[in-house]
């Protein structure tokens, strides 16, 4: 039976296929709706810059414990975001590495007011086991070996759209050390980025965010200094609502100014503004 | 002028080579468009068919009008009543002999339709092919679906593009038994493109010649070979009339058949058909001899009386073309220039032809 | 296991699917069959997508359907949300990337009908809608099954496009090989792995199928 008309067999099931393709498509045609959502209230859209993995990772946790809101997190670099922002992502709350970048979004009319500083964030200097770097607060070891004639790969993020790159740029200018360590240079799309690149030992070591360099998953991999915060401007990281943000997400917003996160904020290393 | 019934074919065009045709094809006849390759005779039967739309053409069946460029009416080629034979045969591949023959009938549906699926079968000789897919036919099989295909749509006109060409000599014979025998019972009327005058003869009613895009002849076969007005046709065949006859009658005991052509009458070695049976006989000029008494003590059967009508020269400079008719019917002599002073042949002279029995050619 | 942005890479994929390869059967049934002047600029631009690296794409797309675009602000007053960093919009990247996939091997398929093929199905009565239902699609199947599979699977895997024009957002734009990537980036290898384990089996299970059934189709032709 299957071989005799074996050619409208073929094309009833393609066409099946077809058909079957278009009901799952419609079923998926409203924006927004993810199956995967627990909760009634649509779940809010953070974007964070990626030094906040961990940090905002906990406080995210902790929410959703207290509240049953779970939101959902994206993170990447501040620079990254702000444009994506201003082509219309549809982001609740930005926490941005860097206030300029929320600045600009404020001044472009797409946020509730200007924003908050949470945190003011620090540069290490890691080096993975193995390395032949050491990590110490003014780069001695780096420059040592840059002099030396073989240097390895060095990682840090993006300077152009990354707070923490442009800060690890201003560091190694104030150094000295840009223009020789320039081509040794592995850029990351982000900091976090970066400070895989740093701790993977495919480099010998990165200028990368305090704030993941304590976290265990990076600490067991190598070592890291605190870089003296004068080398650089400061990371004033300024978080801000925007203009679509819903009542779920006004709550996070104001949950992330509460002392139990401005302590978790805290133990991963940033600073906290004086307010 | 049209005919009630005729196909009636004129277009021309420039572009992408030049073609200018004007011709009628009467009902129930067998045309044959003949030519050399690359004369235009595929874009004629594919005009036919309305697969080609020239810049300027009229296509008519039986006053149903299919193409009429100045009209801007185009029927278009699924709505017209044609059955096309390709030189390919274009079988489809992915269906059955059945289902092949069963997509070209959109009438009747259901059980009619199966029914008229196994006749179209059976006139084909196809009948216990009908599951088979073209891969698995031979070459004159595959020939005979797409006969059988093409004569499911019941068609005004069967169209039959170098049906012969692709195939042996033993299978040539046979198709083109077929095609004739089908012809004499459904009197369609065909239009056969081919390059070999051989299937012309034996096959056809009506010749138009092309050449290089152009008309160079047309008419009825027996006109066209009586009159040996066959440009371009010189150099390849030999000067012969073709003629439609009748079975008169058998002679048994001495193993002859009898045929009339009109007033002409002609015996042959015994063929096996009815009386009554059509018969297109083919007489080369050169077996025809000519005497001004009748002969006695020879082994021929058939003297003729006839009337010169007029000597022509030929392809050869000691040979001339003798025109002769028998009543109404023409015949061709070739003789040498010696005889035609020999016997004082001239227009109006009566001569006796003679043609031995075995110089008619018969296709039954 | 990041099983919204998995489930998220089959919709885009399907989706895709459904609305590009009934399309792309028209182009390629025009290229294949039409004889004009401009062919081979139109077979030059499907084939586009080949070549151009994702991000390009991705770029021209921003620009043409981002919010500063008059198609992007048309659509965000129609629909009430932006077309970029949505489902939407990587539907319509995904239509655009993948033309070659869909278009090339339909075409290639149904130029290898020989045309007197399809005169004589017009001879036999079938009308232009006919013949491509009876003759066209028929034969066309195994290069309409590799179309299928190929955009299918280059929609799963699609990365730098997916990741300019939407952004990395949970539920909406996430797809599976952007979650991997945000896996390896968050130093969960383990994560990552499993996903990009998953992903693998599905490509190879879905290729494997389609020629299994491109086969069968074309045993009889």
């Known amino acids: 039976m299957i071989h005799r008309n074996d050619g409208q067999w073929s094309l009833r099931l393609v066409l099946l296929a077809c058909l079957s393709c278009c009901v799952v498509a419609t079923s998926a045609e409203i924006p927004g709706a993810s199956p995967s959502a627990p909760v009634t209230a649509a779940a809010p859209l953070v974007a964070a810059a990626s030094d906040l993995k961990f940090a905002l990772g906990e406080i995210v946790e902790q929410f959703r414990r207290e509240t049953g809101i779970a939101a959902r997190v ?81 990682a840090i993020a993006n300077p152009e759209h990354a707070p923490y790159g442009r800060a690890a740029r201003q560091v190694l200018q104030a150094l000295g050390l840009w223009n020789a360590v320039r081509p040794q240079l592995v850029i990351g799309e982000n900091v976090a980025q970066a400070a895989q690149f740093a701790s993977d030992g495919n480099t010998e070591g990165g200028l990368i965010a305090h704030s993941l360099a304590l976290a265990p998953e990076l600490g067991r991999r190598g070592r890291f200094v605190l870089v003296p915060d004068e080398l650089h401007e400061p990371l004033r990281q300024r978080m801000v609502l925007l203009r679509n943000a819903s009542p779920a997400a006004v709550r996070l917003y104001d949950f992330m100014h509460a002392p139990a996160s401005r302590a978790v904020f805290e133990r991963y290393g940033f600073a906290l503004p004086l307010d | 002028m049209e005919h009630p019934g005729a196909l009636h074919v004129r277009l021309r065009q420039a572009e992408p080579f030049p073609l200018e045709v004007d011709f009628e094809a009467p009902a129930g006849s067998v045309t044959a468009l003949f030519g ?27 006053g149903q009008r299919w193409t009429d460029t100045a009209a801007q009416l185009m029927v278009p080629t699924h709505r017209r009543p044609v059955g096309f034979v390709f030189q390919d045969y274009a079988l489809f591949p992915h269906l059955t002999v059945r289902e092949q023959v069963a997509l070209a009938l959109d009438r009747p549906r259901g059980a009619p339709r199966a029914a008229r699926v196994d006749e179209l079968l059976r006139i084909t000789r196809l009948e216990g ?74 096959l056809a009613s009506h010749v138009v010649l092309l050449e290089r895009g152009t008309v160079t002849a047309a008419g009825t076969v027996e006109t066209l070979t009586a009159s040996n007005r066959l440009p371009g046709l010189d150099r390849h065949r030999e000067p012969a009339v073709a003629l439609d006859a009748r079975v008169a009658g058998h002679d048994a005991a001495r193993q002859l058949t009898h045929l009339e052509a009109r007033e002409l009458r002609v015996s042959v070695p015994t063929i096996h058909s009815p009386v009554g049976a059509p018969v297109r006989i083919q007489i080369p000029a050169r077996e025809v001899i000519l005497a001004n008494r009748r002969p006695e003590g020879l082994s021929l059967h058939n003297v003729l009386e006839a009337e010169v009508l007029a000597v022509e020269p030929s392809s050869h400079e000691a040979l001339r073309l003798v025109h002769l008719v028998v009543g109404h019917t023409r015949l061709l002599s070739l003789v040498t220039v010696d005889a035609v002073q020999k016997l004082a042949l001239a227009p109006g002279v009566p001569i006796l032809a003679l043609i031995k029995a075995v110089s008619v050619e018969a296709f039954a | 296991m990041d099983w919204t942005a998995l489930g998220l890479s089959l919709r885009l994929g399907l989706v895709t699917v459904a609305l590009l390869v009934p399309l792309s059967f028209l182009l390629a049934r025009w290229l294949a069959f039409a004889r004009f002047r401009g062919r081979g600029l139109v077979e030059a631009l499907v084939a586009l997508p080949l070549i151009l690296p994702p991000t390009v794409v991705g770029f021209y797309l921003l620009t043409a359907f981002g919010r500063q675009s008059w198609f992007g602000r048309a659509f965000e007053s129609l629909a009430g949300q932006p077309l970029v960093f949505s489902f939407e919009g990587l539907v319509l990247a995904s239509l655009l990337v993948n033309l070659p996939f869909a278009v090339q ?37 195994p290069g309409i099954a590799t179309a299928v599979v190929l955009t299918f699977a280059h929609t799963l895997g699609e990365f730098g496009v997916v990741l300019m024009v939407g952004g990395s957002i949970p539920g909406e734009t996430r797809t599976i090989a952007i979650a991997i990537y945000d896996r390896v980036q968050a130093f969960d290898e383990h994560g990552a792995g499993i996903m990009a384990l998953v992903l693998l089996v599905l490509s190879v299970a879905a290729l494997w199928i389609t020629n299994a059934m491109a086969r069968r189709m074309s045993r009889h032709t």
């Open chain 3, 105 to 141: 091997p339909m075409q290639n398929a149904l130029a290898a009908i020989p045309r007197n093929v399809r005169d004589a199905a017009r001879c036999c009565g079938l009308s232009p809608l006919g013949v491509i239902r009876r003759i066209e699609l028929p034969l066309a199947l």
């Open chain 2, 129 to 202: 092919l009908g599951d088979r897919r073209p891969g698995a036919l031979s070459g004159g099989q595959q020939q005979r679906v797409a006969i059988a295909r093409a004569l499911a749509r019941d068609p005004a006109v069967l169209l039959l593009d170098e049906p012969f060409a692709a195939v042996d000599w033993d299978l040539r014979e046979s198709l083109r038994q077929e095609l004739m025998a089908l012809q004499r019972a459904t009197s369609l009327s065909m239009v056969i493109v081919t390059h070999d005058f051989e299937d012309v003869v034996k």
């Open chain 2, 36 to 62: 050399p390759s690359g004369s235009g005779k595929t874009t004629v039967l594919r005009t036919i068919a309305g697969l080609h739309r020239p810049p300027e053409a009229e296509v008519a069946s039986g």
């Open chain 1, 74 to 154: 994206s993170l990447g670099s501040s620079g990254n975001f702000a444009r994506q922002i201003e082509q219309g992502a549809p982001f609740e709350i930005f926490l941005s590495a860097d206030e300029a970048y929320v600045r600009r979004l404020f001044d472009a009319g797409l946020t509730r007011d200007d924003g908050s500083v949470y945190a003011i964030g620090r540069l290490v200097f890691f080096v993975p086991t193995g390395s032949p770097l050491d990590p110490d607060p003014r780069l001695a070891s780096l420059r040592r070996r840059l002099d030396g004639g073989q240097p390895g790969r060095f």
